[in-house]
């Protein structure tokens, strides 16, 4: 707008200027004013130090806490080692902050950082590191792994087809005037008829049809169609204005039923760590190993309990159940 202003050669009122730069500081007073009152979040995971990045687990229920009273609270890592700590309002990015991350099954620690819109990851140690194997154990090998559960599914299958036939008895040529029931237009004399089917319980009718099959079929309609939707009990209605005509309801007989489906997979292994999934509605999960050249089925249970490995299990935002399990001193996988 100055610049139309100036080009045109209009002048510019002297009050516009400190008018202008009076609003600029006030935006920037708002802008600095909304910020500095804005609460910085902090987002991280925590996972397991490994050198083996395959290996490096997320770890749940670890407590995280700013112990210089920066912040909101304490807050505890999920079943995907996410935590996020709300510091309090005039806590600045930039500004110097520790986080405490606390974990009976890990080594305490402990990140000097500042605080800002970054991701920090943080690698703990287990509290108790493996113990040595004794070269004199014997050794029992783990082989031929496969992860087995049952899921429920609904299946509908044909068992059959059923049948049924009627007629309408009519006399043609004979004018209606205006009795009950005439032909579609008015002129002659009809006669009407029905039929239903009934599946039983649990069954329901599909692809269902009704026709005429015999007699002068030009001259029929059918009047209610309560089969083609299909369902436990579907009726036909029809009428006829020429002579004698045989109809035919007929449709497919289906199940539904529900019924467990058997399934198996095959588990990721890493070194001495075997990880694996299940979906959401899985049961009955177990693994299926040979144990020393012996297959033996062990069912995980609610407590993910296997007798020659520590498990852990997870549930992801989708119900996904994620499985860990690593083996105990004296068992390999081969």
């Not at 770890?59 to 700590?85: Q, R, W, Y």
């Not at 059918?222 to 083609?228: P, V």
Request: neutral net charge; charged residues 20%.
């Amino acid at each position: 707008m100055w610049d139309q202003m100036i080009k045109r050669g209009t002048r510019i009122p002297l009050w516009i200027v400190p008018a202008a730069v009076v609003l600029l500081a006030v935006a920037g007073f708002l802008v600095y004013h909304y910020t500095s009152h804005q609460s910085v979040v902090l987002k991280g995971a925590v996972i397991v130090n490994d050198p083996d990045t395959r290996r490096q687990l997320p770890i749940a229920g670890v407590k995280v806490s700013e112990p210089h009273g920066l912040a909101t609270g304490t807050t505890e890592s999920d079943a995907a080692g996410f935590f996020s700590l709300k510091l309090k309002p005039g806590i600045r990015r930039g500004q110097g902050i520790t986080l405490r991350f606390r974990s009976p099954d890990y080594k305490p620690f402990d990140l000097h950082d500042f605080a800002g819109d970054k991701l920090y990851i943080v690698r703990l140690d287990p509290l108790n590191t493996p113990k040595p194997v004794d070269p004199n154990q014997p050794i029992t090998t783990v082989a031929n792994v496969e992860v087995r559960y049952t899921v429920k599914a609904i299946t509908t299958s044909t068992i059959g087809s059923a049948v049924k036939t009627f007629q309408i008895e009519n006399k043609g040529d004979v004018p209606c005037h205006a009795q009950y029931p005439c032909s579609p237009d008015g002129k002659w004399k009809a006669a009407v008829g029905a039929a239903s089917l009934d599946a039983g319980a649990g069954n329901e009718f599909r692809n269902a049809r009704a026709s005429c099959i015999a007699g002068p079929c030009a001259f029929t309609k059918i009047d209610e169609d309560q089969f083609s939707r299909g369902g436990q009990i579907i009726s036909v209605s029809a009428r006829a204005w020429s002579d004698t005509a045989t109809f035919m309801l007929e449709a497919e007989v289906f199940h539904t039923m529900v019924s467990e489906i058997l399934h198996k997979s095959y588990p990721v292994i890493f070194g001495e760590t075997l990880n694996f999934t299940a979906p959401a509605g899985a049961e009955g999960v177990s693994i299926e190993a040979d144990i020393n050249g012996e297959s033996i089925i062990f069912p995980l249970g609610p407590d993910v309990y296997l007798s020659w490995a520590s498990c852990s299990s997870r549930v992801d935002a989708d119900h996904t159940v994620v499985y860990n399990c690593e083996l105990k001193p004296g068992y390999r996988f081969r």
